[in-house]
C-alpha cells in the first residue's frame, strides 16, 4: 500500500484509513490521534451501553409493571436517569438524550484520557509497564469520579485505587495470557 499515491485512493481506502495506520483521521501528532480515536470509540460504546440499559429498564418496566422491582434496580434507575420519565414523550426523549450524552462523554473522557496518559509516559520514560499503567489508571478513575454526580473526598480516592488497581492487572495479564 505504500506506493500508492494518496489522489489515488479511494473512498473506501479514505474511510478505512488503510495508507495512514489504525486511526480514522489524522490530527498531526500520534498523542492527539490516539486521544481522539479512543474518545470517539468509547463515546460510542457509552452510547450504546446507555441506550441499551434503558430499552432495558423500559422493557422490564412494562412487562413487571404490577411488581416491585428489586431494590437493586429501582435504585440504579434512580440514579441513572432522573428525568426519564417525563409527563411527555419529548421531556422523556429529551431527558434521555441528555443522559446518553453525559455516560457518552464519560466513556471517551476515560478512555482519551487513560490512552493519552499511556502513550505519554511511554514516551516520557521510554518504558510500557505496570508503572505507567498504574499512573494512567489513577489519575483516569479521579477524571471518572470528577464527572459523576457524586464527587466527595472517598469517591475520587475510591476511583482512582480502583482505575490503577484495574490498569495494572490487565498489563500484567496481558503479559501472561
Not at 429501582?74 to 438524550?97: C, D, H
Request: charged fraction near 20%; hydrophobic fraction near 40%; aromatic fraction near 8%.
Amino acid at each position: 500500500m505504500g506506493s500508492r499515491s494518496i489522489d489515488n485512493l479511494s473512498l473506501v481506502d479514505e474511510i478505512r484509513c488503510t495508507h495512514s495506520g489504525p486511526f480514522l483521521y489524522d490530527l498531526g501528532h500520534p498523542l492527539l490521534n490516539r486521544v481522539a480515536d479512543s474518545f470517539v470509540k468509547a463515546a460510542g460504546i457509552g452510547a450504546l451501553q446507555s441506550v441499551s440499559r434503558e430499552a432495558y429498564f423500559t422493557v422490564a418496566g412494562s412487562v413487571d409493571s404490577n411488581s416491585v422491582p428489586p431494590p437493586e434496580l429501582s435504585s440504579i434507575r434512580k440514579q441513572r436517569f432522573p428525568g426519564l420519565k417525563g409527563e411527555t414523550n419529548k421531556e422523556s426523549l429529551e431527558a434521555m438524550v441528555k443522559s446518553v450524552g453525559k455516560e457518552s462523554i464519560q466513556w471517551g473522557l476515560a478512555a482519551g484520557v487513560y490512552s493519552g496518559l499511556t502513550y505519554g509516559l511511554k514516551e516520557a520514560r521510554g518504558a510500557h509497564d505496570w508503572k505507567n499503567s498504574a499512573i494512567a489508571g489513577a489519575v483516569t478513575g479521579v477524571a471518572v469520579a470528577l464527572t459523576s454526580d457524586e464527587s466527595s473526598h472517598e469517591h475520587i480516592v475510591q476511583y482512582a485505587i480502583t482505575g490503577a488497581a484495574m490498569s495494572t492487572a490487565a498489563n500484567i495479564f496481558a503479559g501472561i495470557f
